[in-house]
């Protein structure tokens, strides 16, 4: 039961963090991908968040004519369309990110340091867990 109350409320500070965004959530999720993996082809993208191309192919149109990403082609296939942040979509990311570290530092550093630190230690051991049993495979790490 404590570990769905602390995913809920996790999601909950995930969610948060997005709201007020020049981007909506699925926009964001491809930004986040982009982000972490750098230019990636919309095929690849599409796969990684579980969408079909069509979906991909959208959501880069408006990120694209908004300036948060390039399209580009694979020197090594030019019928393969690539993918990549701009400074704006770069932004973004960061924007998000500093938002989620601010409201976790502020309920975390309420906490006694050993106790934060065991808390740490048990999320990297859950976290390594459930990569070992595959749960963590690539279409399951969807980015929030």
Do not use: I, K, W
Not at 48 to 64: E, K, N, P, Y
């Amino acid at each position: 039961m404590a570990f769905e109350v602390a995913t809920r409320d996790l999601v909950g500070v995930a969610l948060s963090s997005v709201e007020h965004l020049e981007v909506s959530l699925p926009q964001y999720r491809l930004l986040l991908l982009l982000h972490t993996v750098g230019r990636a082809s919309s095929t690849q993208c599409a796969e990684a968040l579980g969408v079909v191309g069509s979906s991909v192919t959208r959501l880069a149109d408006r990120l694209h004519a908004t300036g948060h990403l390039v399209r580009g082609v694979d020197p090594d296939n030019r019928s393969v369309v690539t993918l990549e942040l701009t400074d704006a979509g770069r932004r973004v990311v960061r924007q998000v990110t500093t938002r989620r570290r601010r409201q976790l530092s502020r309920v975390l550093d309420r906490l006694d340091p050993a106790r934060r630190a065991a808390c740490a230690r048990v999320l990297d051991e859950l976290h390594r867990m459930l990569a070992e049993t595959g749960t963590d495979a690539p279409r399951d790490r969807l980015p929030l």
